[in-house]
């Protein structure tokens, strides 16, 4: 055999060893790819199924069915109908005589109070509202569905273990027997909680609700949006359009790039110092917390209308300046519609960014317990993802399975806001 013939042989060998690497590194390379991606598909699942698996529940409550004797010697004495009176009156007292008569047995004054405790604080304006829509209730008995107490709805969802011994359990031996002869009797049901969307916040587990903090935080990105999108919008036609090249703009570009990066928690920091502290803005309203909000959402609102204009081809610009557009026309009739679903896009994200923020709002005192459901921009009031984090330092067992739900509810919004984003994208972009 020639010599040239075998150093071609040792040559496609060598060739072919190296081949034999570099596939088999490219094999690893895409396990461990799918590894990754699986392993991150793997927590995501188990942190989902954590958060509707505590959740879940809060959408269901637990409610007592009481027979009600509305005393006219208590709720109208003077017999005039008055609304003031008729709101002002002691149902309480008529809630608790309907749980007496129900166990007449039940005596002294700790017991009672047990008893009383079965039914939530609410029950008394529960009777109160419906005194009120119909006056011709009093002097009746009427059949009225009250939420349980907390610890009573936990019991029931099985949160509380029957078994365990008395002094570790709140739900104490003789509510048992009385939440057992309830049920017997065909009183205790569970039905949809609707007071966990129609409720502000609560001291009481069973009477919160997310209405508050879902309107506190609707009226935050409408002030964000009303000021953030024309002001980006703005600035990212100026500078991709208009702004001369030199230093400055130069400047002002790395600043916005820097700001898109910095945490949120400065705007909050930069929000106490000029909007309440100089301007003297209320502390805890929405409009502070869209000021702040629009601060930190601009610089991501700026990026992608910038990116949306460069996406517009030259030749759409210089056809209109070619048929004796002026640039300003060029930009505003023919330039910036093209590039308006890629900024609507980008919108959407950095409203979707601004949903979920809770450091910014904490700073400006939206953390405060606000129970009132806010009427407008100026009242005090919370946002969603600040009323979680009150719910999660609350010590009561009910309140994991509210702040679970209102999580789930936070992140039906995020998907919502992101899936319009990508329907507006697909159905408006074009592609050049």
Request: one cysteine or more; hydrophobic letters at 50%.
């Amino acid at each position: 055999m020639s010599e040239p013939a075998q150093t071609e042989r040792d040559s496609f060998a060598r060739v072919e060893a190296g081949m034999k690497r570099r596939r088999a590194a490219e094999r690893r390379f895409r396990f461990f790819g799918k590894c990754a991606v699986g392993l991150g598909l793997g927590f995501l699942v188990i942190l989902f199924a954590s958060i509707v698996g505590n959740g879940y529940s809060a959408f269901w409550q637990t409610r007592i069915t009481l027979d009600v004797t509305i005393d006219e010697a208590i709720v109208d004495p003077a017999g005039t109908r008055d609304p003031a009176l008729l709101r002002a009156a002691d149902y309480g007292a008529l809630i608790k005589q309907s749980l007496r008569e129900m166990f007449p047995d039940v005596s002294g004054r700790r017991n009672r109070f047990a008893l009383y405790g079965l039914v939530s604080n609410g029950a008394n304006f529960d009777l109160r509202d419906r005194v009120l829509a119909d006056p011709s209730l009093i002097g009746s008995k009427v059949a009225l569905s009250v939420a349980a107490d907390d610890d009573v709805d936990m019991l029931m969802k099985g949160h509380i273990d029957r078994g365990a011994p008395e002094a570790d359990r709140r739900v104490k031996d003789n509510q048992l027997a009385w939440i057992d002869a309830l049920e017997a009797d065909g009183r205790i049901r569970s039905a949809f909680n609707l007071d966990f969307f129609s409720n502000g916040d609560s001291r009481d587990p069973e009477l919160a609700g997310i209405r508050g903090a879902l309107m506190g935080s609707i009226f935050t990105l409408f002030v964000t949006l009303g000021l953030s999108f024309p002001l980006a919008v703005a600035a990212a036609v100026y500078l991709e359009e208009f702004a001369p090249k030199n230093r400055w703009t130069d400047l002002i570009e790395v600043n916005i790039n820097n700001l898109a990066a910095v945490p949120s928690i400065v705007f909050g920091l930069l929000g106490l110092a000029v909007f309440i502290n100089f301007f003297t803005l209320p502390r805890s309203a929405p409009i502070v917390g869209g000021l702040v909000l629009t601060l930190m959402t601009l610089p991501t609102i700026i990026i992608a209308s910038r990116a949306a204009l460069k996406s517009v081809p030259p030749s759409i610009r210089e056809g209109a300046l070619g048929v004796g557009a002026s640039p300003m026309q060029a930009v505003m009739y023919h330039v910036l519609p093209l590039a308006l679903p890629g900024m609507l896009t980008g919108t959407i994200i950095g409203m979707a960014q601004a949903l979920g923020e809770t450091a910014p709002l904490l700073m400006i005192g939206m953390v405060a317990f606000i129970a009132d459901v806010p009427a407008g921009v100026f009242d005090p009031s919370t946002a969603l993802p600040v009323q979680i984090y009150l719910w999660a330092d609350s010590p009561e067992r009910a309140y994991v399975e509210k702040t679970s739900a209102a999580i789930i509810v936070l992140l039906l919004f995020l998907a919502a806001m992101n899936a319009l984003a990508v329907l507006l994208r697909r159905r408006f972009e074009r592609r050049w």
